[in-house]
């Protein structure tokens, strides 16, 4: 009945977007952890050490209640009705991949370029990557929108799907809160080199094994998306590592190489120019129809992990009985 549940929510995700009327798990996270940040600096000393712990007490007490809460709601409910605990576990089960959220954002961007207007193409774009958007020309946003589909392939398809996998709606949960507070709090600059230190390590040690299988998949899925798999391959195993994350340029690899285009290079953050390796080789030049490619592609790794962690083990455990 559990995996039942857990696989009637993510078939939802991929034909529905969340819900703009309720609450998001993620926004009720993101305002737990602003409030912790908030009143753990001014606890801590503003030192390396005095941040650093208040990060990790923040992301401590974030996690626990996204584990936690959802456990303890699951029991009351379970011991009341059967029935609502499965509506309930599969309405959040539903909640934790982003399958259509991230495909819909994507081709945002695309629609955007195919009616001529780079101004709306960057605006949307902006909402998807961290990088200053203002003055990029159409191959830099087509890259970017490329690039955040191919990494977002394990931070919101592929990680919260096996997280959810192994252990129900509550380890799934964790995971968000663990993607949300990378994303809030791991960056390199001033504010939070210290602060979010132990975010963004966490971040890395829970995406280690997850970025590795979503590249896999992407690159076991391609033929049927008519993409170049040798190709793929040849530039996963060479350029995987040309990331400052141990885990993003996994999947941007294999994504650089199917479709034959060069990923990453120099980018500007806050107004500052990062000088980024550029991943992949420039066979062609980047067009925004390679943004449907990789929706396609995404898509249908998607599908593909969902059948092998939930399908499969609903149907094994259907012949069993």
């Known amino acids: 009945m ?15 977007r969340d819900s703009r009327i309720l609450p998001h798990p993620v926004v009720l996270l993101g305002r737990l952890a602003s409030c912790g940040e908030r009143i753990l600096r001014r606890i ?9 712990a208040a990060g990790c007490v923040v992301v401590c007490a974030v996690c626990a209640a996204a584990y936690g809460i959802p456990a303890y709601v699951l029991s009351l409910v379970s011991d009341i009705s059967q029935a609502a605990s ?5 309405f959040w089960a539903f909640q934790i991949p982003a399958v259509r959220g991230l495909c ?8 955007a370029l195919e009616s001529g207007s780079l101004q709306d193409a960057r605006a949307a774009v902006s909402h998807i990557v961290g990088r200053d958007t203002a003055q990029l020309d159409r191959a830099a946003v087509i890259r970017a929108a490329v690039e955040t589909a191919a990494e977002n392939t394990c931070d919101a398809i592929v990680a919260p799907l096996l997280f959810l996998c192994v252990g129900g709606v509550p380890l799934g949960m964790c995971y968000k809160a663990v993607n949300t507070l990378d994303s809030m709090f791991g960056y390199k600059n001033e504010r939070y080199r210290s602060f979010g230190w132990a975010a963004a390590r966490l971040d890395d040690i829970c995406n280690l094994i997850p970025s590795r299988l979503a590249a896999l998949l992407l690159l076991a899925v391609s033929p049927l998306a008519g993409l170049d798999a040798k190709n793929g391959w040849r530039v996963f ?6 990331h400052a994350s141990p885990n993003a340029g996994q999947t941007e690899a294999a994504a650089a190489g199917l479709l034959g285009i060069r990923l ?7 107004g500052v120019m990062e000088d980024k390796p550029w991943i992949g080789d420039a066979l062609r030049a ?7 490619r990789m929706v396609r592609l995404i898509y249908m790794a998607a599908v593909f992990c969902i059948g092998i962690l939930f399908c499969l083990p609903v149907l094994c455990g259907v012949y069993a009985q």
């Open 2 to 16: 559990l995996r039942a549940a857990l696989l009637l929510g993510v078939c939802i995700d991929l034909f529905l």
């Open 44 to 52: 801590f000393p503003a030192t390396e050490n005095g941040e650093r």
């Open 86 to 90: 499965f509506i309930l576990q599969a």
């Open 104 to 111: 819909s954002a994507c081709l945002c961007v695309y629609r």
């Open 237 to 242: 195993r060479r350029d995987r590592f040309r």
């Open 264 to 270: 990453a290079g120099p980018s500007r953050y806050e």
């Open 286 to 292: 980047a067009c925004a129809h390679d943004i449907v």
